[in-house]
């Protein structure tokens, strides 16, 4: 498949647009790490994964498991984009009675495969679900998203274990490496050193995309991801929090952080001033 | 009315039969150990069925998160670890990843309370059944019976949603026959009686038998009911025996708060109130020692069931 920079490009900017206009109606969300994970779910959902949106449970799907579910809220947008459920469905965010929570949950949201919300829990969860489809001989990928500080966790490194004891070659892992979690940086709180590294120990094919952000060096790591066929992959994404969006990047931390109407309209005219400059220009700059 | 009788297998070797023989029949059903199947009996099991059984190493947080992920593509997971490390050890696992999740895992905690004997205090599941019966929809069974187990084993791999049974592994006695029915969420009356109703679960099932025994040699009739479903627990049974004697002693191999004695309690203060006592562990901590005496030590015995009995039939009359 030839990847399209441009409409991925775009995609994931829609994503982002969506994100910020998603949490502005609730007024507070979880920002920064929403936006991080934007260009990976852009990639996935447009270049990359085996679904259907008119049939989310369709049996040979890809999986997604979001273990740091509180970037639900970039899922979520990506989903809609898709057609999973109406645009207007992402104004409901953790209100009353609503299909999308916070934290992702495959009972309530179409498209969503598995419930976490506890961080380091979407790993062996995703792990039984490609060791199940190894088992059965399917041919489909489970894609799992952990955050660099979930990394703190002990689960992730028992599943680290794990996967690699079991050669799950069809889960692929991307650690949104942003360099922040709730409470400062992951060098301030718990250093975490190489993330490559210590996924190699532990048996993987870890694999460095140095602009985490860069859709085309997203896209060119889970083909390499793909090539491996002995040993599962993880993918090391060196993002920016809050990426893609001025207010955001500069701030110490938009972990969680308010959305007013003034910030969405400023955003927003940023957004469609990136969306001129790559429609105007192939090789822009994101 | 039930028999006690010394049974010849141990309830370990019952599991792992009967564990070969679900997968036999239904090669979706699985087993994981987090490197227990030696003291479990499972071994000749991983062996012998590589894509259907799987030593994943001493992590049950992952263990439970893996099969709770084979279970949602339509896996049918046993786990087992010491009933400590099943439950405690992973209660969020088993929580967000299994309950919240509505994932379909079948655990296994074996040597429930005093039978964890020579592994002691840090091995001594006292808690397990209070940690896991505040789970929404998590069903509790509480066993030490090789007919009972069977069933157990059997019906819950039939059944979607999460479970949780104890065993004692090494044990041996047996009171009922193979044609024993048996429902989940009903009790069983092991032994009709008037006077005063002992309601037991596991291995204090035993305990409540030879208790109503010694009662019987006083001209106390002691109705003695199996609850080895905890979780649901048979509300309906509770209130027709205490309707019907007007006293409740409840006997379980775990501590008084939060089990079977408690699970009783709420039904009676709701529905049907008469005085009750519970046997157990009085909210202390396990520690090494041989059953007999670990029983006898956390006044869990036969004795201690019937000084019971006689305590809430003064406080009836």
Known sequence: MNFDKKKIDLFAIDIRENIVRTIASKGTGHVGGSLSIADTLAVLYGAVMNVDPENPNKEDRDYIVLSKGHAGPALYAALALKGYFPMETLQTLNKNDTILPSHTDRLKTPGVDLTTGSLGQGTSLAAGAALADKLDGKENYTYLIVGDGELDEGQVWEFALFTAHQNLSNLITFVDANGKQLDGTTEQICRLGSIEKKFESFGFNAITVEDGNDTEQIYNAIMSAKAEKGRPSAIVLHTVKGAGIKRYTKMANCHSVAVGKDELEEILRELDEKRDQIRGCRNAEN | ?317
């Open chain 2, 1 to 317: 009315m039930q028999k006690i009788k010394t049974g010849d297998v141990e309830l370990r070797k019952v599991f792992s039969e009967t564990l070969f023989e679900l997968m036999d029949s239904d090669p979706d059903i699985m087993y994981l150990d987090a490197d227990l199947s030696g003291a479990i009996g499972t071994s000749k099991l991983i062996a012998e069925k590589p894509e259907q059984a799987i030593d994943v190493g001493i992590m049950e947080a992952n263990m439970v998160g893996v099969a709770a992920g084979l279970s949602v593509k339509g896996k049918i997971p046993f786990v087992h670890s010491f009933g400590t490390f099943s439950t405690r050890r992973c209660a969020d696992q088993v929580f967000l990843s299994g309950c919240y999740n509505r994932a379909n895992v079948k655990i296994i905690g074996s040597d429930p309370g005093v039978s964890a004997q020579s592994n002691g205090g840090t091995h001594m599941p006292l808690e397990d059944v209070a940690v896991f019966r505040a789970f929404p929809e998590m069903k509790i069974f509480d066993v030490a019976e090789p007919n009972l187990l069977r069933f157990i084993l059997k019906e819950t791999s039939e059944e979607y949603g999460m479970t949780y049974t104890r065993f004692p592994r090494k044990f041996k006695g047996t009171y009922y026959d193979e044609r024993q029915d048996f429902k989940i969420g009903k009790g069983v009356v092991l032994r009709e009686g008037r006077d005063v109703t002992i309601i037991a679960s596991g291995l204090e099932v035993f305990e409540a038998l030879h208790a109503a025994e010694m009662l019987s040699a006083m001209y106390i009739d002691a109705e003695v009911i199996d609850m080895f479903t905890i979780k649901p627990v048979d509300a309906e049974l509770i209130c027709a025996s205490a309707s019907k004697t007007g006293a409740i002693v409840t006997a379980e191999n775990h501590n008084i708060i939060g089990g079977l004695g408690s699970a009783v309690a709420e039904v009676l203060a709701e529905h049907c109130p008469v005085p009750m006592k519970r046997i157990g562990a009085r909210d202390h901590f396990g520690e090494v020692g041989d059953q007999k005496f670990l029983i006898d030590k956390f006044a869990m015995s036969s004795g201690d069931i019937v000084l019971a009995a006689q305590e809430v039939l003064s406080r009836r009359n």
